[in-house]
């Protein structure tokens, strides 16, 4: 790692490398373990499926709203991420108990320890960055500490492949706890070079207390979360779409207080982070989709079947997915699974097909009897942080080249150029619809590689860009506060990434479903571009 950064950063680096371990092992085998009926999943169709993955990734990004406020004004940063990672530790290993009570509370624990977490480590390595020597090398040193994420996140498929198919998915769920729990025993390896950084703000005499906050913001939360819930019928789509959107409203609220009740100086570059936070939205509610409408296209859209040289070594890594096939037992309709269950939930009988089958023609069929060998699912899921660890180097050294004469683009650019890029991503989808036939036959792997790669550009550009640009213009006592609020607005985006997959079977024509993405991303980085003089000013005015 580069001797000019600070000596925290390794550290910090590879404490989230082993958090988002964790976290994306968890992610990648979720949809695929609630959808499962064949291995002792939790036969959930896909609709409710998509629902209640939806709502979990909009709830682990809410959570870090409170994470981060106690953070700031009571725990400080290293308490507060250590409280984090053991109860995300815990969750995680709780999805390997079977019940519904268990998992439902499994994903309420990882949700807090998230809050706790999420917020707290991105701040603290931007506190270390607040020294005069290294506050030039901040945006490099979120590209670099992206990276740790993505590392975590391209590893952890393999073993979650390869324990969910040699053992079960407890034992795959349990790893994801442990390499939490490896995440935080790193963090306070490295105590020594950030504690100087976990610095606990004074707040303003226009600032509200943390009880303040919390009854006028968590519990009208909770309030409107639960009529949402109980409301007759449903408004949004689902009883927990109305819960969630209902219950955001307090605390989007609460940022729209915090930015009228600022000083003249603070009010301009909060207002300009919560436009930020705004359109990031939608960046967030395609590129999630990834645990759901692409996951989908992975394991009934795609040819993932391995070739007979390959096969051997795949076998060894745990990565192959064994289909058997019987002639004339697949549908010609889309059909819900269907499943009988005992008290505790568990699956006891399933009428089942494997979905893979239904797309193939009859001339690459397979004997009735034979076993398919294919490539996991979930490792359509390191796709995209591999791209990542390939790419941002690249995109580092760009910068760094366009730095050196002088044209770097501002952060606003970068964030603008995220969300055109991602908006490109979502037309090679297009092309891989259109090239299969609308799903008749098998579409070629490289058409799901070719869409990760163009939205990894986009993601590089916008996601580490707008952590920095929280860092730099966030007032010294909200930093984590603020932080909380680009993680509310990945909250929303991943909530409306579920509403939008949870569509995918309303659409006869996929490549239709991929067109609205476009659309939406299009729209909202033309929005950005016409905000960028006056960010631009900000920053500016917040230098000087």
């Not at 991943?494 to 995918?504: C, D, E, P, R, T």
Request: overall charge positive; hydrophobic content about 50%.
């Amino acid at each position: 790692m580069n001797k000019k950064h600070p000596k925290a950063l390794p550290y910090l680096f590879f404490s989230e490398m082993w958090e988002r371990f964790g976290f994306y092992l968890m992610l990648g085998i979720f949809f695929l373990y609630m959808t499962d009926t064949q291995q002792g999943g939790m036969g959930m169709d896909k609709k409710q499926a998509s629902d209640v993955f939806g709502t979990f990734i909009a709830l682990v990004y809410l959570t870090p709203f409170i994470g981060g406020l106690l953070a700031d004004r009571v725990l400080g940063y290293r308490v507060s991420i250590t409280i984090g990672g053991i109860l995300m530790g815990i969750g995680y290993c709780g999805l390997a108990i079977p019940g519904m009570t268990a998992f439902y509370s499994s994903l309420i624990i990882i949700c807090i320890g998230n809050g706790f977490f999420k917020p707290n480590i991105s701040t603290i390595l931007g506190n270390v960055y607040n020294d005069e020597k290294y506050k030039g090398l901040k945006d490099s040193g979120y590209n670099i500490f992206y990276m740790g994420i993505n590392i975590g996140a391209f590893i952890c498929n393999f073993f979650g492949s390869y324990l969910r198919n040699t053992f079960s998915w407890g034992a795959a769920f349990t790893a994801a706890g442990i390499g939490m729990f490896l995440g935080v025993i790193i963090f306070w390896m490295g105590n020594k070079h950030f504690k100087h950084a976990d610095v606990v703000k004074p707040a303003k005499p226009e600032d509200m207390s943390v009880a303040r906050i919390f009854s006028v913001t968590l519990i009208p939360m909770l309030v409107a979360g639960y009529i949402g819930w109980i409301i007759p019928g449903n408004i949004f789509g689902s009883d927990s779409t109305d819960a969630f959107i209902l219950g955001a409203i307090p605390v989007a609220g609460y940022y729209v207080n915090i930015m009228l009740r600022s000083d003249a100086a603070d009010k301009k570059s909060i207002a300009a982070l919560l436009s930020v936070f705004a359109v990031a939205i939608v960046f967030w509610a395609i590129f999630k989709q990834n645990g759901t409408a692409l996951t989908t296209w992975a394991e009934s859209y795609t040819d993932r079947e391995i070739s007979p040289s390959l096969y051997a070594p795949a076998k060894s890594l745990g990565v192959v997915q064994e289909l058997s096939y019987t002639k004339d037992s697949v549908p010609m309709i889309d059909e819900q699974f269907r499943v009988a269950r005992d008290k505790e939930g568990r699956i006891i009988k399933s009428w089942d097909y494997p979905s893979y089958f239904k797309n193939v023609t009859a001339s690459q069929l397979p004997a009735s009897g034979e076993t398919v060998k294919l490539v996991s699912t979930e490792l359509g899921q390191s796709i995209n942080p591999f791209w990542v660890i390939v790419l941002t180097p690249l995109v580092v050294g760009f910068f760094a080249f366009l730095k050196k004469r002088n044209k770097e683009p501002g952060t606003p650019w970068k964030i603008f150029f995220g969300l055109f890029i991602t908006a490109l991503s979502t037309l090679v989808m297009v092309g891989a619809t259109y090239a299969c036939h609308n799903g008749l036959e098998k579409s070629s792997m490289l058409w799901l590689i070719g869409a990760y790669g163009v939205i990894t550009v986009g993601e590089l550009f916008l996601s580490p860009m707008a952590l920095s640009l929280v860092s730099k213009l966030a007032p010294p006592r909200l930093t984590a506060v603020m932080m909380g609020g680009w993680f509310l607005s990945t909250s929303i985006g991943n909530k409306l990434s579920g509403v939008l997959a949870s569509m995918w079977d309303g659409y006869e024509h996929k490549a239709n479903f991929f067109w609205v993405n476009f659309v939406l991303a299009l729209v909202t980085s033309a929005i950005i571009l016409l905000m960028i003089k006056w960010l631009n000013s900000i920053i500016k005015e917040h230098r000087a």
